[in-house]
């Protein structure tokens, strides 16, 4: 709650991706899609990686996740997002 920003609203996002898959697994698609994409809205602004996690990857899960919803498909193995940790490139040695 006290987070600052931008921390704050990435970690709004998470939680909200978080919570709209607990939705999905309660049946309620309608508010799992809600949630999915004021979520996305949230990680727009974010690089490619965030805080150690690869963002690109957490968005192109929630898009393909909420299309799913969209087109009326709602099997959870399909669909869950993966937040994964985004690994730079090693510098190389001078």
Do not use: W
């Not at 727009?44 to 965030?50: E, G, L, N, Q, V």
């Not at 805080?51 to 690109?56: D, E, V």
């Not at 919803?69 to 090693?90: D, K, N, V």
């Amino acid at each position: 709650m006290r987070a600052p920003n931008p921390e704050k609203i990435f970690l709004q996002a998470l939680i909200q991706t978080t919570v709209a898959f607990h939705h999905l697994q309660m049946g309620n698609a309608t508010g799992a899609a809600s949630l999915m994409q004021r979520a996305l809205r949230k990680l727009k602004p974010y690089p490619d990686s965030f805080a150690g996690i690869a963002i690109r990857a957490l968005r192109e899960d929630l898009e393909r996740c909420l299309l799913d919803l969209e087109q009326g498909r709602t099997a959870l193995p399909a669909m869950s997002p993966r937040i994964e940790l985004f690994c730079a490139p090693a510098e190389p040695d001078i």
